[in-house]
């Protein structure tokens, strides 16, 4: 068999403040033989998510850092092409974490590592999306954090991403009212008409805390109940004005701080004269969730109950330039790189 | 039977940022004649408590405004001096929301409104404070926020007040590192050595969030599992700073920002980089928690397990006063006012 070449991205050096290309490279390496056990699978989809900005640093943080000089970790789905693992075999669809490349070899015997799926009903790169990761994070924050019930009113940032979208969905389904905070009128209007949710607010017609205050009041005539939150800063300000006694918030992002930007919280003390709770989570920290979710919003997708888009950018070249562009909102819905 | 007069405190202004004397005044009211089911009681001791501040003011607030040119209400102990109530005798003990005046009239069928109290081997006080609303405050926040285990870290803000001794008493029992924070050495000395608390810091000699935090450091190594906040600010600040993943944050009082001043948490995003929860509660919520606070805390207070101080203003007269001390501090253990 002729060599294989693999084109991959590492993480070069990282970011002062905001990122650039420059922090990743492009590198080529070929595909060694497999030894006993494991498994190659060519990558079809990388997953784009906010949290990788996080790794880009080296401070503290809930994740490890990002090596420097190495395959660019994240989700990825794809296929078998060879295997010396008798539990999968040449064909099998698979997720992982398959990092920015174009091919992984994987020692598939360790437990979770590559997990295969069935493409009969759900398509393939929802693995990283609704059926995946981000919709397990919307699940377990709506679920188990904020807790919704019918009749209370359910606030989400972020809400045309892969995470917000999904939060908004499960929100209706379980009978509350789901308001949406997006950037620009096309998110907004896909928001509500093919997600389904009963408002969303343009955040970008709000610059400040007290117009976007007045914006969530017309939108959420009840209060707000529950938030989920992705962004932080003034947009959590000015949810904060509006939620009712015993609202919840649910903490999964904060990205108007990932470049290290102060971001206060404007007032604190309505946390306790509205008795509120705020939880900061980590999905990958609640594996026992996450039969249960994925259960249940692959039943949702697979019978069309539950609805999302993909932005699609093509090759592993783009990579880093589509990963920029998701931290600045450009994408609309789940960011994707198509490598087949 | 002479007319009796009964002294009492008014509110009859709202405050404009700090309050003063001037917001209060004394009224001489005569006490009526007692209806059928009605219970005169004669107030031996008033509670100050800090949550009253809030409710000198008339925005929204977790608690109703305190009315304009009424007594000024407020938790309370005493005697039964007159009863046409069967529940009730003269010299029964009671506990009970009497407000600042020396005698209450009470329609003692309204449930809850009075209870009779055990003074054999609990002081009468004392029902004020460890085995009140300010210990069952503290138990709650404890217990079921922030759930202490065995090894983790506590700490607690106001350390040496009513609520707070509770706190890092109540940590000790269960096994944890109690840390405390307080103004000033006398008060640090108490706590670590009348209380029994591991470390105590003087946050005076602490005035930015750089110095407080390495003082949490040096006094808690293995970081903090749980904060029951009373203070806000920059304590808050300093504590998130030296959190551990998965700490949680009992909410109970933000004294620093009582009169309006802007109190915003700097870094929000620790709530999520730690996996943080935080909560505000209010204990007069959680009823069905009070019998098995007041419980365990009779009982150690009755052996001498719980130790507690107090600060004793004399006379009606000195109520107001006593309490615009309280809101900065100068009291010493929990703040009450002897009528008897």
Known sequence: MSTTIN????????????????????????????????????????????????????????AQPQPLDQVFLGGTVGEVVESRNEHFKAGDKVVGMGGWQQYQLVDANQRGVLQKVDTTHVPLSAYLGAVGMPGVTAWYGLTKIIAAKAGETVVVSAASGAVGGVVGQLAKLRGARAVGLAGGPDKCRYVVEELGFDECIDYKQ????????????????????????????????????????????????MISGYNGEPIPMAAPQLLLTNRMKLEGFIVSE???????ALKELGTLVATGKLKFRESVAEGIESAPEAFLGLLKGKNFGKQLVKLV
């Open 7 to 62: 084109k991959q991205i590492h993480l070069v050096s990282r970011p002062q403040g905001e990122p650039t290309t420059g922090n990743f490279r492009l590198v080529e390496a070929p595909v060694p033989a497999l030894a006993e056990g494991q498994v190659l699978v060519r990558n079809h989809y990388l997953s784009l998510d906010p949290y990788m900005r996080g790794r880009m640093n080296d401070g503290k943080s809930y």
């Open 206 to 253: 709000h610059p400040d805390v007290k117009s976007l205050s007045a914006a969530l009041k017309a939108a959420c005539p009840a209060g707000v109940d529950g938030y989920f939150e992705n962004v932080g800063g003034k947009i959590l300000d000015a949810v904060m004005l509006r939620s009712n006694a015993f609202a919840r918030i649910a903490l999964c992002g």
């Open 286 to 292: 609640h594996m026992e969730v996450w039969p249960e």
